[in-house]
T-cell receptor
Framework: QKEVEQDPGPLSVPEGAIVSLNCTYS??????FMWYRQYSRKGPELLMY????GNKEDGRFTAQVDKSSKYISLFIRDSQPSDSATYLC??????????FGAGTILRVKS | DGGITQSPKYLFRKEGQNVTLSCEQN?????MYWYRQDPGQGLRLIYY???????QKGDIAEGYSVSREKKESFPLTVTSAQKNPTAFYLC??????????FGQGTRLTVV
């Protein structure tokens, strides 16, 4: 079993839709949770960072962490064609390596 | 990006040849990572270094080697023992909050 599971998609939505992206994990020691956006042939860029459980909002993006269920989510409101990219979740326990999910391909149609 | 420089952007390797990918940072952070990304797949960890003169194998270290002689630099050598090296290679730097920042990558192709 992989440490981090992420549905690869592709996920196709109309412009303006609310998008929900999810990851599950098996290591209960993970404390740091991140979401990255990667455009084709580019390095990933950090979107959201959360420490431990709870919600964090930044503009159209909301990150949720539920440590009891070992489940994290990224919500994108009012999705735009420019949001079309691959979204990668990542997590880490203190002092240990950073682990990524496989990435979900998102396509927002205008 | 913005302080992490990977070079070259494109690299071609002949069969049986070793090649070295460069990763330089001016962010003054200790932790540096190398990932490999294959088409349509996520990031797989090759090697990582938490501090100068120390590094650990990741999940797919076979056929690769690294050094960490300076805080600013973490070069990755793809050796002839790596049988399927064609991929997109990404270097990352982690800050004290464990946020990872990436370079723009090196695309390696075997010819």
């Amino acid at each position: 079993q992989k440490e981090v599971e992420q549905d690869p998609g592709p996920l196709s939505v109309p412009e303006g839709a609310i998008v929900s992206l999810n990851c599950t994990y098996s290591n209960s020691a993970f404390q740091y949770f991140m979401w990255y956006r990667q455009y084709s042939r580019k390095g990933p860029e950090l979107l959201m960072y959360t420490y431990s459980s709870g919600n964090k909002e930044d503009g159209r993006f909301t990150a949720q962490v539920d440590k009891s269920s070992k489940y994290i989510s990224l919500f994108i409101r009012d999705s735009q064609p420019s949001d079309s990219a691959t979204y990668l979740c990542a997590m880490r326990e203190y002092g240990n390596k950073l682990v990524f999910g496989a990435g979900t391909i998102l396509r927002v149609k205008s | 990006d913005g302080g992490i420089t990977q070079s070259p952007k494109y690299l071609f390797r002949k069969e049986g040849q070793n090649v070295t990918l460069s990763c330089e940072q001016n962010l003054n952070h200790d932790a540096m990572y190398w990932y490999r990304q294959d088409p349509g797949q996520g990031l797989r960890l090759i090697y990582y270094s938490q501090i100068v003169n120390d590094f650990q194998k990741g999940d797919i270290a076979e056929g690769y080697s690294v050094s960490r002689e300076k805080k600013e630099s973490f070069p990755l050598t793809v050796t002839s023992a790596q049988k399927n090296p064609t991929a997109f290679y990404l270097c990352a730097v982690l800050n004290d909050n464990t946020e990872a920042f990436f370079g723009q990558g090196t695309r390696l192709t075997v010819v």
